[in-house]
């Protein structure tokens, strides 16, 4: 898979500095916990954090270090596991290919097989961030994400089956360490499910963004952010079928196998921790003192 191209990428953005990705690079080689880092994934999260080297060092941190805490979301990503393809086979989650009159990428989601008894809210994130994560990686930087989930034909039952603290992590997760500048969330056709949407989501939200997060009865309310040719046919778009898009999806992941096989090591290890970062959280899994430990929940 190809990544990011670091020549273009100091053509493009004239705040990037060679000095502070040399910061970076000094600073990742001291963290013996971190993984070693590319100057292209250290540009990725520099931009991330709009040139703040204090701000990308906490996110970079957080990144690998969440990404060991939680394997149900970030292990087993290899797309040739039997598993996996049947979870591909669940939901669709794409960058469409027209962006927003902002220059914002827009990440599309929604349900694809409807069977509840399927519906492994955790499988999915995996599903997820695989898709967020290998767009983010060999694409160049841009000016920002937007998320649109698309909760038609999603039922209470899909609901009642995620927990709590899953939809706590996976949300700490994108708001803190998942290299974007995050611009807004919308969920769409929520209908009835959003009694029980909006109290799963809207605690875990951060006060900044909780105002670009909205909430639509049908489709037609989010046109006065994203014009309509944005979206796939199936709302008036110019953007390919449903499922010609979970197709394409499912293609890209396959054939970046073993991209996901080599990513997947790059965690923290947290016996080479020297100090506990402040962000440690038990009720995250994230132990103190440097060690982890995978709590159960009921």
């Known amino acids: 898979m190809k990544v990011v191209d670091v020549i273009e990428e100091y053509k493009k953005n004239k705040d990037l500095h060679v000095e502070d990705i040399e910061n970076l690079k000094e600073w990742s080689k001291k963290q013996l916990h971190l993984p070693p880092i590319s100057e292209a994934h250290l540009i990725i999260f520099l931009h991330s954090c709009y040139w703040s080297i204090e701000q990308a060092k906490s996110t970079i941190d957080k990144y690998y270090t969440y990404r060991n805490a939680w394997p149900e979301f970030f292990a087993d990503t290899n797309p040739d596991n039997p598993k996996v393809q049947r979870d591909m086979k669940i939901a669709l989650f794409t960058f469409l290919p027209t962006k927003t009159p902002e220059n914002y990428k827009i990440f599309y989601t ?101 105002e670009c997060v909205h909430f639509y009865d049908a489709f037609e309310g989010i046109l006065k952010f994203i014009p309509k040719e944005c979206f796939p046919e199936k709302y008036g778009g110019s953007c390919l079928s449903i499922q010609d898009l979970h197709a394409q999806m499912r293609e890209n992941l396959l054939r970046n196998g073993q991209y996901f096989i080599e990513t997947e090591k790059l965690v923290s290890n947290e016996l080479l921790r020297d100090k506990t970062p402040s962000y440690m959280d038990k009720d995250l899994g994230i132990g103190a003192v440097g060690s982890f430990k995978k709590l159960e929940f009921d």
């Not at 995620?162 to 611009?183: D, G, N």
């Not at 969330?185 to 959003?194: A, K, L, P, S």
């Open 110 to 210: 929604r349900l694809i097989d409807l069977d509840p008894a399927k519906f492994v809210f955790a499988d999915l994130m995996r599903i997820m961030d695989m898709n967020l994560v290998m767009e983010t990686m060999e694409s160049s930087t841009c000016d920002g994400l937007v998320i649109v989930c698309d909760f038609e034909n999603t039922t209470i039952g899909h609901l009642l089956k995620t927990s709590v603290m899953e939809v706590k992590k996976f949300l700490t997760y994108l708001q803190e360490a998942l290299p974007v500048r995050l611009k807004a969330i919308h969920f769409i056709n929520v209908g009835r499910v959003v009694d029980l949407l909006l109290p799963l989501a809207k605690p875990f939200i951060k006060k900044e963004l909780l």
